[in-house]
């Protein structure tokens, strides 16, 4: 079973047709919506879709926008509690800078992968459409995340993931202490330190056309302070060191591609 968790806040313009191309990409799979109470409505449109399509979509309502991150951790645990059948889990964004074209071959690379982050910065996948201060700060969120943390992957801060179930379970999702833009960081550093190998699949990011971003530079503050933390805490030797060999524990890698 694939559960695809999309979260919302004001998206309300995106839903409809997200949602339809989702559910076209991967006809096997659910979707389960996020909506933190947005004002615009997206709940109650989401609502609509899930008595239509009880099958293909559910929706979880939370009382009030609490972040990204929380968002995720709500959504991860229902997820495993109400499918315990569930394999693969998704998370994507609603507008559409996560192309659901990709979606079939990141599942694909989850077969023999605990994650597979669809990746702006591995060979062959790029950025469309950002101003030059975004990618920067972007670049320089992934390079600090890289040196402090010893993750071997190009794209530390990608919110376009695939975990296996299993991957999930073995994250003590209530330790998860990260909100924003380093929730990403956290999860992936997290997956490897448990031990499961970690694929990028390059993919193409355009920018949102519809709705605003809710990235800022409190975010960003945020994920450095966290980042630290979990390097700090790799080099006092407080977290289980995972991945000893690529062959055995199945090293971070590109699919197609030796790094």
């Known amino acids: 079973m694939v559960i695809v968790v999309i979260p919302t806040y004001n998206e309300r313009d995106n839903l409809d047709p997200i949602l339809d191309a989702v559910l076209k990409a991967?006809?096997?799979?659910?979707?389960?919506?996020?909506?933190?109470?947005?004002?615009?409505?997206t709940g109650q449109l989401a609502d609509a879709w899930a008595e239509r399509v009880p099958e293909r979509v559910s929706v979880l309502h939370r009382l009030e926008k609490c972040g990204l991150g929380a968002a995720y951790v709500a959504a991860y645990g229902h997820v495993l509690k109400r499918w315990p059948e569930v394999q693969f889990v998704f998370q994507m964004d609603a507008d559409f800078s996560h192309d659901p074209a990709h979606v079939r071959l990141m599942l694909e690379a989850a077969q023999e992968a605990g994650l597979v982050i669809g990746s702006r910065y591995a060979a062959g996948g790029r950025v469309e459409n950002w101003p030059l201060p975004r990618?920067?700060?972007s670049r320089m969120g992934t390079w600090y995340a890289r040196l402090a943390t010893g993750l071997p992957v190009a794209d530390c801060t990608a919110g376009f993931k695939c975990f296996r179930a299993d991957a999930l379970r073995a994250i003590?999702?209530?330790g998860i202490r990260s909100n924003g833009y380093c929730f990403q960081i956290e999860m992936t550093y997290r997956a490897w330190q448990a031990g499961f190998n970690v694929v990028e699949v390059p993919i193409v990011f355009r920018e949102r056309t519809h709705g605003e971003s809710k990235l800022d530079w409190l975010i960003a503050f945020e994920a450095i302070r966290v980042v630290t933390r979990l390097g700090i805490r790799r080099l006092l030797g407080r977290e289980p060191r995972?991945?000893?060999?690529?062959k055995a524990r199945g090293g971070a890698s590109q699919k197609g591609q030796d790094r």
């Open 135 to 137: 990618l920067l700060l």
């Open 242 to 246: 995972a991945m000893q060999d690529d």
């Open 26 to 41: 991967l006809p096997e799979a659910h979707v389960l919506v996020v909506d933190d109470s947005s004002p615009d409505g």
């Open 172 to 174: 003590d999702l209530a």
